[in-house]
């Protein structure tokens, strides 16, 4: 699909692929997929080829903490809250929108309205190609696991211990 038929939001993370050197494009769907098991039913995929984007909140700085984790997989809370050394808790709809600047269904893991300590699931290393949210619950694409964790500035590690 061509970038100008693109909603704006989709618009600005297609930019930032580009911008990473990707040749990936975004592809809208006929249907919003709101979770990793809608996109992998519109997609034809296993739900694991979904990386989901899900935005925390650091529970004593306020900070934004971003998990891209394996549609399959749960992330424990209590893991990323070791790896970044304090509670964490469920971000706001308010929260996710002014720093990942996407509403919840749709949060891209790149082009983000403000940085957030970001991990990447390791177990999508079991996929040659995951799908991610393209910046509305519309929009997707494809992308390689060692790309994603470069463009996501993020930091490998197992989100479901």
Same mark, same amino acid.
């Given at each position: 699909?061509?970038?100008?038929? +693109?909603? %704006?939001? *989709?618009?600005?993370? =297609?930019? #930032?692929?580009? !911008?990473? &050197? /990707? @040749?990936?494009?975004?592809?809208? +769907?006929? %249907?919003? *997929?709101?979770?990793? =098991?809608? #996109?992998?039913? !519109?997609? &034809? /995929? @296993? ?115």
């Amino acid at each position: 699909m061509e970038s100008e038929t +693109l909603p %704006a939001s *989709a618009e600005r993370v =297609q930019r #930032a692929l580009a !911008a990473a &050197g /990707l @040749d990936t494009r975004i592809v809208q +769907l006929a %249907a919003a *997929a709101r979770t990793a =098991q809608q #996109a992998a039913d !519109a997609l &034809g /995929l @296993d739900v694991g080829q979904i990386a989901k984007s899900l935005v925390f909140r650091a529970a004593t700085t306020g900070r934004a903490v971003l998990v891209i984790a394996a549609g399959d997989r749960r992330v424990s809370e209590d893991r990323i809250a070791q790896l970044i050394g304090e509670p964490i808790e469920r971000a706001s709809p308010d929260f996710v929108r002014e720093h990942a600047g996407f509403a919840i269904g749709g949060v891209a893991p790149v082009a983000h309205a403000q940085a957030m300590t970001t991990f990447v699931d390791a177990s999508l290393r079991r996929f040659d190609t995951v799908w991610a949210a393209g910046g509305t619950p519309y929009c997707v694409f494809p992308i390689r696991p060692n790309d994603l964790l470069r463009v996501s500035a993020g930091t490998e590690a197992a989100t479901d211990a």
